[in-house]
């Protein structure tokens, strides 16, 4: 098992999303400003199962997007320039769903910053589960001023 780098509440000190919509669990490893690795531990009793689908629960493809979003936001908001800003959405751009993802799986979450300029810049992200891709998308964020 891999090395805890932020638990949840140590998470919570840099980006402001708190439950139900808190959608990381840890992050695993992190370059400030460039690379993070997180994961999110899908359970039977998330949120969204309850109606996505409740005979064949799977978890929805935009909420994998926003798990691979707030984990960009992790490592970006910890520049010290921009603690204790909101990273928010500017776009989605080339966003494939190849696995569906299921209660008891393991999504890991990888953002890799491709470019910044102040406080605009483009992450390439993938989900993956056993090594398997599930979501591959380039999300452009924009740091509140």
């Known amino acids: 098992m891999a ?3 932020l638990n949840q509440e140590q998470i919570k000190e840099i980006i402001p999303h708190r439950a139900p919509f808190l959608l ?10 460039k690379k993070v690795v997180a994961r ?7 949120f969204w199962f309850k109606g996505h689908f409740p005979e064949k ?3 929805p493809g935009v909420l994998m997007i926003e798990m691979l979003a ?4 992790v490592c970006i908001l910890s520049q010290p320039e921009f603690k204790g800003k ?13 696995k569906q993802v299921v209660p008891g799986d393991v999504l890991d979450l990888e953002v890799e910053i491709i470019s910044q300029r102040g406080p605009i810049g483009i992450g390439k992200a993938v989900a993956s589960v ?16």
Do not use: N
């Open 3 to 5: 090395e805890v780098l």
């Open 57 to 59: 629960p799977v978890t």
């Open 130 to 145: 056993a090594g398997k891709k599930a979501v591959t998308c380039e999300i452009k964020f924009a740091v509140e001023v």
């Open 24 to 33: 990381i669990d840890e992050v695993l490893s992190m370059e400030v400003g």
């Open 86 to 98: 909101i990273a928010l959405f500017a776009g989605i751009d080339k966003a494939k769903f190849r």
């Open 70 to 73: 707030q984990a960009g936001a």
């Open 40 to 46: 999110k531990y899908i359970k039977e009793d998330d």
